[in-house]
């Protein structure tokens, strides 16, 4: 029993130094490698929030190291352990829609109308979130704008790689197409909406929907900081905020990676343009260059970034970064016509703020109706932020706001 009881005090006390080691490596690597700019309000709270997902991380790396679950696995579980419990103005309930896990929000008044239907896809960069991550965001947009929401839990990366997640979304949402009158929902007003990584799969999925004849055209899309594109992680945004929490530069190649080829090897090469070649880069141009992205958007220090040599073999690899159903900014114009009124949002302080300012562009290009709203002291995830008692920002409650002002105007 002694020896038992020595080995559990040694383990235990192993653990806690690894934990208290790691965790002050990962804060001192914070601090150094990211940034805060001075226009971001309340810096202190965007820096604690960054801090305990950073703690969190590390635990998970040391519990994987342990062999008692993956770093994925433990981060997931400590996003969704917060459970909220029935709400007074909503009817909850767990659906699945043709195998899709889905939860719908219901507004408990009654309405005069059919109402509002808004198919939401969650952001995580394809690898995190949940229908628990994004539950109160969904909770507030049926209740503040009137509509039925469907958020949808498509699974995740790595282990479940490009395209499942999009066809997840696309195959829930031909289900709600098609069974609309079960909810109550006015065929002539359904949009999709999404943030971040859900911001790209509701474009992909408008995108996929608008040449469809037998299913209700949607009527909008919403892309809340949306990542577009996988050809060129120079544009001005990923420089200028490589280091703004709480998107890195790095880490938005990563998740891009996890999803098309469920590792990350090639980050570097991807990082440096080294996996596109030079005819599709002249292809794309035209849509995806910093010549297309305002000026005064480059004004914190842009410089142009010297081309990469081509590497075959990593292309081959990760080809699949090219298509538009995982790049919808890379869609043919005869798409993007096709496609409805939109709604973009997008944060100064963001790696992905240029994807939403190029994709902005080619709509209107285009002819599609577009409201812009830029957040020009937010930050990547700061939406979810908008109820998060002492740690919310209130960016994140005006960009909430704008949004449902425009699912109201509908």
């Known amino acids: 029993m002694a020896v038992v009881l020595t080995v559990l005090v040694l383990f235990l006390a192993g653990f806690l130094a690894s934990f208290i080691l790691l965790v002050i490596g990962a804060i001192n690597f914070d601090f150094s490698n990211s940034e805060i700019p001075p226009g971001v309000t309340q810096p202190a709270k965007l820096r604690i929030i960054h801090i305990i997902l950073i ?5 998970g790396k040391i519990l994987e190291n342990f062999g008692i679950c993956t770093q994925v696995s433990f981060v997931r579980y400590m996003q969704g352990r917060k459970t909220l419990g029935a709400h007074p103005k909503l009817f909850i309930k767990d659906l699945w829609f043709d195998k899709v896990p889905v939860r719908i929000y219901q507004p408990k008044a009654p309405s005069a109308s059919q109402r509002r239907g808004v198919l939401f896809f969650h952001g995580g960069g394809w690898v995190f979130g949940s229908l628990e991550t994004h539950e109160e965001l969904c909770r507030f947009i049926a209740r503040e704008s009137e509509s039925v929401v469907v958020s949808v839990g498509y699974h995740l990366a790595p282990e479940h790689k490009y395209p499942a997640a999009y066809e997840d979304c696309l ?3 031909q289900h709600f ?8 929902v006015d065929p002539a007003r359904v949009a999709v909406c999404g943030d971040s990584a859900g911001g790209n799969l509701a474009a992909a999925v408008s995108q996929t929907l608008a040449g469809r004849s037998d299913l209700p055209r949607l009527r909008a899309q919403i892309l809340i900081y949306p990542g577009l594109q996988a050809l060129d992680f120079n544009l001005p945004s990923y420089q200028q905020n490589r280091g703004v929490p709480l998107l890195f530069r790095e880490r938005a190649v990563y998740y891009s990676l996890q999803y098309v080829q469920g590792d990350t090897s090639n980050l570097e090469e991807v990082l440096e343009g080294s996996h596109i070649p030079p005819d599709i880069k002249l292809k794309y141009q035209k849509w995806v260059s910093p010549d297309n992205i305002p000026e005064e958007f480059k004004v914190r220090g842009y410089q142009p970034h010297k081309p990469s040599e081509f590497k075959p073999a990593v292309f081959e690899k990760v080809k699949r970064l090219r298509e538009p159903t995982l790049c919808p900014l890379l869609a043919e114009d005869t798409i993007i016509q096709q496609l409805p009124e939109s709604f973009i949002l997008t ?11 190029l994709y902005k562009k080619r709509l209107e290009d285009n002819g599609v109706p577009v409201t812009w709203y830029h957040l020009e002291d937010g930050f990547h995830g700061i939406i979810n932020s908008f109820n998060s008692g002492w740690l919310s920002f209130p960016a994140g409650k005006r960009g909430l706001d704008s949004i449902v002002n425009f699912l109201r105007s509908l």
Do not use: F, K, N, P
Request: proline content about 0%; aromatic content about 8%.
């Open 171 to 173: 195959s829930a949402s």
């Open 55 to 59: 703690c969190t991380a590390v635990v």
């Open 347 to 357: 944060c100064e302080y963001d790696v992905l703020r240029d994807d939403g300012l």
């Open 177 to 184: 197409l098609q069974h609309l009158q079960h909810y109550g």
